[in-house]
């Protein structure tokens, strides 16, 4: 296997500490951002989730998890994303580590991190809500849109960025989502956008590194064990460079580039000396596109029956899956 010669590491930042009731973590050096205001962007969040519409934020996107917004609405000058709620600062902090140890170990694989910072709002409720911030990125730049402007080539350097990264982070214990809309490709150095959710395991494998009763509350509570099982298993897919590539490869059929496919099932066979089959990746999608759909109609039915008895729902839900687009 090819070193990850077209990789390289980001910077680092000293911590900074703004208040009472936000904290900034260690993270990735965010270049000449403003403050965040932390309260304004919560309180907007809050009022799109009661109101149930996006209507007056600005969406660059969004994904399975969370939703990506510039900020501030009026004048965008960065990207925000949030993380729901955690019921104590505790869990935030613990969850913000887990996020500074994945950093560091990108950087130690040799790949390149998008600047970002991690900011902690303490509300009055007692719960801690985390939001990534980070500069907008150039759209063009996102690896499913270079390969939606290129030709379909064998062994584009954008897919061999990322297969070698998948080999270089992958571990029994550390699962790394690296679907190309995760990425930032300049020509020269593909750079990991993405990182509202950790894919690492204590050594059994069982349980994440932070408590995921932040993620789980957006479900029904009957079906909230059931749910950590089955997402945690996920996670497993993502443990081996084969797995996690698979995983990317079932992602261009979702983002129509099906073109793509062969060419980076053929990169990866080369890359990693394994034997990926288009089969895999076509049932990986075809799960996927079932599974996710069904996620979101219990997300929608559990925020129903909170403000119906009165209670507050905590997540702005997309009003389709990535793969109803």
Not at 14 to 26: D, K, N, Q, V
Not at 208 to 228: C, G, I, N, S
Not at 259 to 273: F, H, Q
Request: charged share 20%; net charge positive; hydrophobic share 40%.
């Amino acid at each position: 296997m090819a070193p990850c010669s077209r990789l390289r590491p980001s910077t680092r930042s000293e911590p900074a500490h703004h208040g009472r009731r936000s904290t900034l973590a260690i993270t990735v050096s965010t270049p000449d951002l403003p403050e965040l205001d932390l309260h304004a962007v919560e309180s907007a969040v809050a009022e799109a989730i009661r109101r149930r519409t996006t209507e007056g934020l600005r969406v660059l996107g969004h994904g399975e998890i969370s939703l990506v917004l510039a900020w501030p609405s009026t004048q965008p000058v960065m990207a925000v994303k949030r993380v729901p709620p955690f019921r104590t600062p505790g869990a935030a902090q613990q969850y913000t580590t887990v996020c500074e140890q994945f950093f560091d170990l990108l950087r130690g694989a040799e790949v390149a991190v998008w600047p970002t910072t991690l900011h902690t709002h303490e509300r009055s409720d007692g719960r801690a809500v985390v939001y990534h911030r980070q500069p907008i990125a150039d759209a063009t730049l996102l690896g499913t849109n270079v390969l939606r402007a290129t030709a379909p080539i064998d062994d584009h350097p954008l897919l061999i960025a990322i297969a070698d990264a998948a080999a270089a982070v992958c571990s029994p214990t550390v699962g790394f989502d690296c679907q190309a809309a995760n990425w930032l490709w300049d020509g020269t150095t593909a750079t990991q956008l993405d990182f509202t959710s950790p894919f690492t395991l204590l050594p059994s494998r069982k349980e994440l590194t932070y408590d995921p009763r932040a993620f789980l509350q957006e479900y029904p509570v009957v079906v909230r064990p059931y749910l950590k099982r089955e997402f945690t298993s996920l996670i497993h897919r993502y443990t081996t460079a084969e797995g996690a590539l698979a995983d990317m490869v079932a992602n261009l059929f979702k983002e129509g580039l099906e073109p793509w496919v062969d060419p980076a099932i053929g990169t990866i066979n080369r890359r990693l000396g394994v034997n990926l089959e288009r089969s895999t990746a076509q049932r990986m999608f075809d799960e996927d596109r079932r599974l996710m759909p069904l996620v979101l109609k219990l997300k929608k039915t559990h925020r129903w029956w909170l403000t119906r008895t009165g209670r507050r729902y905590e997540q702005l839900l997309p009003m389709a899956t990535t793969y109803g687009r």
